[in-house]
């Protein structure tokens, strides 16, 4: 009895989860989770710029993706600056042509008591966090409608969610980054644009550096955790493709927890 011919896994997966003819704009690209992504969409066929501050780990991405044989590139700007912000977001679109996919990874977590917390770091922090994602959304969603196809993904944070260790002004611009992405979806998804965000739990990053100085923390955090671990960039390679791809068409206004459990334990 012949049976017929089983349908290629290559050729499956890609339909689900390629990115090729795709471009990618990812703030936050330079570095820990942001970067992680960028390599994650360039491997997956995106093409990629970074959207950061530092020019040095700007390069040094774009070279480690180019030499994975990526397309990348990357434009510099400092997201808490309107002006600057717009300018970059042009600039970036001129390069592989205007975004199919933003990852909004870029972010500042300032943690004084919120007895000290003064209006300049209450600032600071909303026009990175929350203003530069609304201001790159504004930009790039119509556009994404009008082409049918659109990925806007976010990351927040546990913070979002709860307060510990200090929320302050970070967890109220990561609960606004997730009303966001609601607001988004409820605007855009009639028009094949998804709008989601990606949760970590506590990440080995850059961006946590202060907390890594306490091994007790470290630890502590670790094992709140279901996997007995704190969370590296890498961790959310997998989840990145998949709210960028095709594979996630019918998934929209949602926040999936990359986080170990740490949410649910």
Not at 70 to 88: M, N, Q
Not at 110 to 134: F, I, S
Request: charged share 15%.
């Amino acid at each position: 009895m012949n049976r017929p011919a089983p349908h290629a896994p290559a050729s499956y997966l890609s339909e689900l989860f390629s990115l090729h003819g795709r471009v990618a704009l990812v703030t936050g690209g330079s570095s820990g989770i942001g970067r992680a992504i960028a390599e994650a969409l360039a491997r997956a066929g995106a093409s990629v710029v970074v959207l950061a501050r530092r020019q040095d780990e700007l390069d040094a991405t774009v070279a480690a993706l180019t030499a994975l044989g990526g397309r990348a590139a990357s434009v510099s700007a400092d997201l808490a600056d309107r002006d600057a912000l717009h300018a970059a977001a042009d600039r970036a679109a001129e390069v592989f042509g205007e975004p199919d996919i933003l990852v909004n990874a870029a972010g500042i977590n300032l943690r004084p008591h919120m007895d000290e917390l003064t209006p300049q770091v209450w600032d600071a922090t909303m026009a990175v966090n929350l203003d530069a994602p609304y201001l790159l959304g504004r930009r790039f969603g119509p556009g994404m409608a009008e082409r049918g196809y659109g990925r806007l993904i976010h990351i927040t944070s546990q913070q979002a969610y709860r307060a510990f260790v200090s929320s302050g002004a970070y967890g109220v611009s990561k609960a606004g980054l997730a009303a966001l992405a609601r607001s988004q979806a409820e605007a855009w998804s009639p028009h094949g644009v998804t709008a989601n965000t990606l949760v970590p739990g506590f990440v080995l990053t850059p961006l946590n550096q202060r907390l890594q100085s306490d091994p007790a923390l470290v630890e502590a955090l670790a094992a709140r955790t279901f996997t007995g671990r704190n969370g590296v960039a890498e961790d959310f390679a997998g989840a990145a493709v998949f709210l960028a791809s095709p594979a996630s068409s019918y998934v929209t206004g949602q926040a999936l927890f990359v986080d170990g459990g740490f949410s649910t334990h």
